[in-house]
């Protein structure tokens, strides 16, 4: 288990540039997660992926916003036209199974995107 | 709708001290039950969880019972460290969609020598 990877750590960019983010899940795990954190808040959640399907997308992505899990295995968060409310980290988190009924969700450590 | 309700921070304790951290969710069914922790400079680790009613989790010397009655899941340790200081999340799992975790704002604990 060598955990959820994502690249870049960090991340800046100046406005209005496009942006991409990527994760490694956990092996074996079919679900997969985006969230926003901001400072001194907990993690929104952006958007849920069950192998290669989009399932879910929270209001909170707008139509700038585009993620992708070709073939099941990594995925790509896109923003683009970037803007200075953007700056947040970034997480990807990973289960096999859902968490309602008890399959924790694993966390990368994040992209903390700065927007200048 | 479904949704959590955190106790927000921040927390200062000396070392040895009892804490509690409150959490209260709204749920229409009967989701799973999670405390997430951040220390400084990493990234979000399971701490505990629990699945149904009146199950407890446990992990580090910290416990949380799931109540349904009070639909509550306070997080609690008899004796805190210093190396218990850091961010502290709960978070829900709710039936249906993607059973996403919804976490609260967290509570910043820090624990003095």
């Known amino acids: ?116 | 709708g479904d949704s959590v309700t955190q106790m927000e921070g921040p927390v200062t304790l000396s070392e040895e001290a009892f804490l509690t951290i409150n959490c209260t969710y709204t749920a229409t069914g009967y989701p799973s039950l999670f405390w997430y922790v951040q220390y400084p400079g990493e990234g979000l680790q399971l701490l505990l969880k629990a699945t149904k009613a009146d199950d407890k989790g446990s992990n580090k010397g910290f416990e949380a019972t799931y109540r349904k009655e009070t639909t509550s899941f306070h997080l609690e340790k008899g004796s805190v460290q210093v190396s218990d200081s850091a961010v502290y999340f709960c978070a829900p799992a709710f039936q249906g969609g993607s059973e996403k975790l919804v976490f609260g704002k967290g509570t910043k604990l820090t624990v003095n020598p």
Request: glycine fraction near 10%.
């Open chain 1, 1 to 116: 288990d060598t955990g959820v990877s994502q690249n870049p750590r960090h991340k800046i960019t100046k406005r209005g540039q496009n942006v991409t983010f990527r994760c490694d899940p956990i092996s074996e795990h079919n679900r997969l997660y985006w969230y926003r954190q901001t400072l001194g808040q907990g993690p929104e959640f952006l958007t849920y992926f069950q192998n290669e399907a989009q399932l879910e997308k929270s209001r909170l992505l707008s139509d700038r916003f585009s993620a992708e899990r070709p073939k099941g295995s990594f995925s790509t968060l896109e923003i683009q036209r970037t803007e200075q409310g953007d700056s947040a980290m970034y997480l990807c988190a990973s289960s096999f199974g859902g968490a309602a009924f008890g399959s924790p969700l694993h966390f990368g450590n994040g992209t903390r995107l700065t927007v200048t």
